[in-house]
C-alpha cells in the first residue's frame, strides 16, 4: 500500500501563485492558515478554491495556525484568544473536507516551567477542539515541535485514545527536543497518522529536502515498514527544488521498501 503524498502550502501562496499549478500536477496539499490568511480572505475565497481542488478529486490536510498562540498557556487571556483563532481556522479548514487536521500544542520549554500544569489545562482545551471537530467530522493530528521528549507527549495522546492521532515531526524532534527523530517513534508510533517530510543539518529548522541534511529518514521508512504502518506523507520543503525533490524522494525510498 502506498502512502499519501501531500505538499504543505501557505492558503495566500496556494491562491496567489501555486492553485493552477497543483490543479494542472494534480497534487495533494496540506493548507497551511495562518493568522494573515484567515483576516485577508473572506469565506467565499476559501470556499471557491477549496470547491476547485475537490472537484479535481484532489485530497487536502489542513495545518491549523500556530503562531503565538497557546490553548495550554496559564494565561486566561492568551488562551482564550489562541481558542477563538483556532476555531476560525476549523471552520475554514472544514471546507476543504480534509482528510486530517494538524495542531502545534504552544509548548515551549524555555518558558513554560509549570509543566504539569500547563498539561492539564493543555488537555482541557484540546477536549473543547475535538467536541467541535467531531460536530465537523474531521479528526485531529498533535505535531511534536518544542516538547522535549516524547514521555512528555504520551499521558495527552493516552487522554485522548482513539481521538488524536500523532504528526510525527522528524526535524523538530532532531533540532528542538532532548532525544532523536527514532527515539520518538519508539515510543509514539502507536498514535502515528501523518509525518512531516524535512531534512536539516542537526542546528536550525533548516527545511531542506530529505538528503540535504542529516536525519535518519532511511531508518524511519524501515521501521514503518516492519510496523506496517502507512502515513500521510507531507513534503515540508520550503522551496520550490527542495519540494520537487521530495516529491521524487518520497515516492522512490518508499518503491524500494516494496522490493
Same mark, same amino acid.
Given at each position: 500500500?502506498?502512502?499519501?503524498? $501531500?505538499?504543505?502550502?501557505? $492558503?495566500?501562496?496556494?491562491?496567489?501563485?501555486?492553485?493552477?499549478?497543483?490543479?494542472?500536477?494534480?497534487?495533494?496539499?496540506?493548507?497551511?492558515?495562518?493568522?494573515?490568511?484567515?483576516?485577508?480572505?473572506?469565506?467565499?475565497?476559501?470556499?471557491?478554491?477549496?470547491?476547485?481542488?475537490?472537484?479535481?478529486?484532489?485530497?487536502?490536510?489542513?495545518?491549523?495556525?500556530?503562531?503565538?498562540?497557546?490553548?495550554?498557556?496559564?494565561?486566561?487571556?492568551?488562551?482564550?484568544?489562541?481558542?477563538?483563532?483556532?476555531?476560525?481556522?476549523?471552520?475554514?479548514?472544514?471546507?476543504?473536507?480534509?482528510?486530517?487536521?494538524?495542531?502545534?500544542?504552544?509548548?515551549?520549554?524555555?518558558?513554560?516551567?509549570?509543566?504539569?500544569?500547563?498539561?492539564?489545562?493543555?488537555?482541557?482545551?484540546?477536549?473543547?477542539?475535538?467536541?467541535?471537530?467531531?460536530?465537523?467530522?474531521?479528526?485531529?493530528?498533535?505535531?511534536?515541535?518544542?516538547?522535549?521528549?516524547?514521555?512528555?507527549?504520551?499521558?495527552?495522546?493516552?487522554?485522548?485514545?482513539?481521538?488524536?492521532?500523532?504528526?510525527?515531526?522528524?526535524?523538530?524532534?532532531?533540532?528542538?527536543?532532548?532525544?532523536?527523530?527514532?527515539?520518538?517513534?519508539?515510543?509514539?508510533?502507536?498514535?502515528?497518522?501523518?509525518?512531516?517530510?524535512?531534512?536539516?543539518?542537526?542546528?536550525?529548522?533548516?527545511?531542506?529536502?530529505?538528503?540535504?541534511?542529516?536525519?535518519?529518514?532511511?531508518?524511519?521508512?524501515?521501521?514503518?515498514?516492519?510496523?506496517?504502518?502507512?502515513?500521510?506523507?507531507?513534503?515540508?520543503?520550503?522551496?520550490?527544488?527542495?519540494?520537487?525533490?521530495?516529491?521524487?524522494?518520497?515516492?522512490?525510498?518508499?518503491?524500494?521498501?516494496?522490493?
Amino acid at each position: 500500500m502506498r502512502p499519501l503524498v $501531500f505538499v504543505s502550502i501557505p $492558503f495566500n501562496l496556494l491562491k496567489e501563485k501555486y492553485l493552477s499549478l497543483v490543479l494542472e500536477n494534480r497534487i495533494n496539499v496540506e493548507v497551511s492558515l495562518n493568522a494573515f490568511s484567515l483576516d485577508n480572505y473572506s469565506y467565499h475565497t476559501f470556499k471557491e478554491v477549496a470547491n476547485l481542488i475537490k472537484e479535481e478529486g484532489l485530497l487536502t490536510t489542513v495545518h491549523l495556525p500556530f503562531i503565538d498562540l497557546s490553548i495550554g498557556s496559564v494565561d486566561l487571556w492568551i488562551r482564550e484568544v489562541s481558542l477563538k483563532r483556532i476555531f476560525l481556522a476549523i471552520e475554514r479548514a472544514s471546507l476543504f473536507q480534509p482528510l486530517n487536521l494538524v495542531l502545534h500544542s504552544g509548548y515551549s520549554y524555555n518558558y513554560h516551567e509549570l509543566k504539569e500544569e500547563w498539561r492539564s489545562i493543555f488537555i482541557e482545551n484540546l477536549n473543547k477542539l475535538l467536541e467541535f471537530i467531531q460536530e465537523e467530522r474531521l479528526s485531529l493530528s498533535l505535531e511534536n515541535v518544542y516538547e522535549p521528549t516524547p514521555e512528555f507527549m504520551l499521558p495527552i495522546f493516552e487522554a485522548f485514545s482513539g481521538r488524536v492521532g500523532w504528526c510525527f515531526d522528524p526535524a523538530h524532534a532532531r533540532v528542538f527536543s532532548k532525544k532523536d527523530e527514532l527515539d520518538w517513534l519508539d515510543i509514539l508510533y502507536p498514535y502515528l497518522k501523518e509525518i512531516h517530510c524535512h531534512d536539516n543539518l542537526g542546528e536550525e529548522d533548516d527545511h531542506l529536502a530529505l538528503g540535504k541534511g542529516v536525519l535518519k529518514f532511511n531508518a524511519i521508512f524501515k521501521f514503518l515498514k516492519e510496523k506496517k504502518i502507512v502515513p500521510i506523507l507531507t513534503s515540508e520543503a520550503h522551496n520550490e527544488e527542495d519540494t520537487y525533490l521530495n516529491l521524487k524522494v518520497l515516492t522512490d525510498e518508499w518503491e524500494k521498501l516494496q522490493e
